[in-house]
């Protein structure tokens, strides 16, 4: 499968704990994003990469959260001191850019409950 | 800010029966539109899209046109049929330059036999 992947699926956590996600992109895809998507609405961007560098982060993004593409190949999104907000589908996407021609392809998601 | 706007849902309809979800949005420059679809435990798919005014993108059946003037990227299907039950999502990306995609709310679609 040369799809992108997410791990794990599904994350219980209880209130106050860390937790963190992994994205494995696409391989050869330069470009990853991450979205979080709460029930009923659509996703909503966090931030991106351009290989290692992360370009541009949402105001969603409060500082207990951090994301990290250390190789330009995988990524990672961490957060700190879990609240019951945070729960939501956390998606994460890639894409080749390619002189203005993206298609970004999305992972099945990683879904959080915090309780 | 950039925004999409969809009908609400949900949508049931009969087989066969015609499809349309209506999307508008609000977005400074000439943005492109994507309409993606989630089916049940699978992730976000492109169906389809257009990158200027006039532009019909087309896909499975679904087509949808990119109204400059009535700001609208309406999805339509002619015929639709059970597999076609999903949750469908207006998207908008601002410029070849901006990288994020702007998502409606979705529209869960349900397609009785």
């Known amino acids: 499968d040369t799809g992108v992947s997410q791990n794990p699926r599904h994350k219980i956590t209880k209130r106050g704990q860390n937790v963190t996600f992994r994205c494995d992109p696409i391989?050869?895809?330069?470009?990853l994003y991450w979205y979080r998507q709460t029930l009923g609405q659509g996703p909503e961007f966090l931030t991106y990469?351009?290989?290692?560098?992360?370009?541009?982060k949402s105001r969603l993004l409060s500082d207990r959260f951090s994301a990290e593409r250390p190789k330009g190949s995988f990524s990672t999104l961490e957060i700190q001191r879990t609240e019951q907000g945070d729960s939501a589908m956390y998606l994460c996407a890639s894409s080749l850019e390619n002189r203005g021609n993206t298609e970004a392809f999305f992972g099945q998601g990683t879904r959080l409950t915090v309780v | 800010g950039d925004s999409v706007t969809q009908m609400e849902g949900p949508v049931t309809l009969s087989e066969e029966a015609f499809l349309t979800i209506n999307c508008t949005y609000t977005?400074?420059?000439?943005?492109?539109l994507f309409w993606y679809v989630q089916y049940p435990g699978e992730g976000l798919q492109l169906l389809l899209k257009?990158?200027?005014?006039?532009d019909k993108g087309s896909n499975k059946g679904f087509e949808a046109t990119y109204r400059k003037e009535t700001t609208s990227f309406h999805l339509e299907k002619g015929s639709v049929q059970v597999s076609d039950s999903a949750v469908y999502f207006c998207?908008?990306?601002?410029?070849?330059?901006?990288?994020?995609?702007?998502f409606g709310q979705g529209t869960r679609l349900t397609i009785n036999p």
């Open positions: 990469f351009q290989n290692e560098a992360q370009l541009e």
């Open positions: 998207a908008l990306r601002r410029g070849q330059g901006a990288q994020k995609l702007v």
């Open positions: 391989s050869e895809h330069n470009r």
């Open positions: 257009a990158t200027k005014a006039d």
């Open positions: 977005a400074t420059g000439y943005p492109s």
